[in-house]
């Protein structure tokens, strides 16, 4: 698995991302969860702590998730995503800069 578009997806739970073994989306170059946190961070956490053993990923959108909390990003290390080129956080501090310093 190398892409998955999960864009506008705000209603999956947070147990639904613990059902995902971590490691499964190891190949994973591309993501879009664009609009899946601007309602509520339920999940965040989890979605990110599995992203976070995605090495090869080169691409995210983030867009219009600004309900996803700094707990969220803590679960992502520094140097996770070495070979990301491309990312969009537009809006996700729109109302709160919560979570841009662990960014």
Do not use: M
């Not at 961070?41 to 600004?66: I, K, M, N, P, T």
């Not at 070979?83 to 800069?97: A, I, V």
């Amino acid at each position: 698995l190398e892409e998955v578009d999960f864009s506008h997806c705000s209603k999956i739970p947070s147990s639904a991302w613990e059902q995902v073994p971590d490691g499964s989306w190891e190949k994973l170059k591309t993501c879009n969860f664009a609009y899946c946190f601007n309602d509520s961070g339920e999940g965040a956490v989890e979605l990110l702590r599995l992203l976070q053993h995605c090495r090869d990923l080169e691409e995210v959108d983030f867009s219009h998730c600004e309900k996803i909390p700094s707990s969220a990003w803590e679960q992502v290390p520094d140097g996770s995503w070495e070979k990301l080129k491309k990312c969009n956080f537009g809006y996700c501090f729109n109302d709160s800069g919560e979570g841009a310093v662990e960014l």
